[in-house]
């Protein structure tokens, strides 16, 4: 059951992205071309799965035993600066972000299955050196 509920999330979300638009990258890179053909419609999706998912946060948050765990950390440090910045950047060049890229896949675009395939050769190199560095510091 838990598998056909996580199915049909997926499925409604992949389609909300490709209905919005979202998994048009030249969409995307027209939001972030603020001096020329700028398209606002990116900020609109954006504040419409806020509203929607608000409420949600919000009786989450009320229930008196969580359903998951909520991050505790509020430091900002190297890795997270990082982290963002390479996301945004990689956003504003390809018009992909991870979440949009996986339902536009089946669009059989090579562009789509390029950005997909670096995309997971970057997470594979991040958890690599993360694991690497966590070694040596452990390392006497």
Not at 115 to 123: E, I, K, P, T
Request: charged share 15%.
């Amino acid at each position: 059951m838990r598998a056909l509920v996580l199915a049909l999330i997926g499925a409604l979300f992949g389609f909300g992205i490709m209905l919005s638009g979202m998994g048009n990258p030249a969409k995307v890179q027209n939001f972030f071309d603020i001096a020329g053909l700028w398209d606002p419609s990116l900020a609109f999706v954006m504040g419409g799965a806020l509203l929607v998912s608000a409420p949600g946060y919000a009786l989450l948050r009320a229930r008196p035993r969580a359903w998951f765990q909520w991050p505790t950390r509020r430091d900002i440090d190297a890795p997270l600066v990082w982290g963002s910045a390479t996301f945004g950047l990689g956003w504003g060049i390809a018009g992909f972000c991870p979440g949009a890229s996986l339902p536009a896949l089946g669009t059989g675009r090579w562009d789509v299955a390029l950005f997909v395939a670096s995309l997971s050769v970057g997470l594979l190199a991040a958890r690599w050196v993360s694991r690497t560095r966590l070694r040596e510091e452990r390392t006497p």
